[in-house]
């Protein structure tokens, strides 16, 4: 079973808008935790944002904020503000676990979402 | 944030060569790096966890001796690909993770003619 899924595989949002890319999630472990990265042309990896599974608040991080919806198992991730530098393709993921054994767990990514800004 | 850093960039080798790939940690020590493949307009699968003075833990359908990884120190992990083929062509980037985000190297893409 799918265990991160992203039902978007394109999105278009105008420039200066705001634009919300959706993620569900899969895990019976209490203890996880929901990243977003955002995938340029060049294939790096940007770490976006974080958000732990016992974090009362929604994450933010600049103009990026995440919309943890803990019941529903979703972590969509808000963009505000679009710039035409967000145009990329944006990967949810998550790694099950917490405390030291966490670096030795791997990330389970989404099928990701291809957002085009336009001017 | 932490560093990692990831060698060559980009390479072309003919089918029948191996090709190494080096993923370094440069201002932290990874006792445990990742190895993902991601394939055009797909995400990113894992392919291996790299550990520190043991052998690697490869994922169901990873041939591990196609695939050789050597994690030989605490700041380097290698991926050899041996006998490469046109099909294993593809984008393969590493990571070492945190308590709170993962970071990558800046991948290496992979053409083999």
């Known amino acids: 079973a799918q265990k991160i899924t992203q039902t978007q595989p394109g999105m278009f949002v105008q420039e200066k808008e705001a634009v919300t890319l959706d993620c569900t999630y899969d895990?019976?472990?209490?203890?996880?935790?929901l990243f977003w990265y955002k995938q340029p042309s060049s294939g790096e990896m940007i770490f976006l944002i974080y958000?732990?599974?016992?974090?009362?608040q929604n994450a933010t991080e600049g103009r990026y904020s995440l919309n943890f919806q803990k019941a529903r198992k979703s972590a969509n991730l808000v963009i505000s503000a679009s710039q035409l530098g967000d145009s990329a393709m944006y990967f949810c993921?998550?790694?099950?676990?917490?405390?030291?054994?966490?670096?030795?767990?791997?990330?389970?990514f989404g099928s990701g979402t291809r957002l085009q800004v336009q001017p | 944030g932490a560093v990692v850093s990831q060698h060559p960039s980009r390479v072309i080798c003919k089918s029948g060569t191996s090709v190494k790939i080096e993923c370094r940690s440069l201002d932290f020590q990874a006792t445990t790096m990742f190895w993902y493949r991601q394939f055009p307009k797909q995400s990113l699968m894992l392919m291996a966890t790299s550990n520190e003075g043991s052998k690697a833990t490869y994922e169901q359908g990873v041939e591990k001796d196609k695939f050789l990884i050597n994690h030989a120190s605490l700041t380097l992990s290698t991926l050899t690909v041996t006998s490469a083929h046109p099909e294993d062509s593809s984008f393969y980037i590493c990571?070492?993770?945190?308590?709170?985000?993962?970071?990558f190297g800046q991948g290496t893409r992979l053409t083999v003619v």
């Open positions: 958000q732990g599974s016992y974090d009362q």
């Open positions: 895990t019976s472990d209490p203890s996880y935790g």
């Open positions: 990571s070492a993770e945190g308590a709170t985000e993962a970071f």
């Open positions: 993921a998550m790694r099950e676990g917490s405390g030291a054994d966490t670096g030795r767990r791997a990330l389970t």
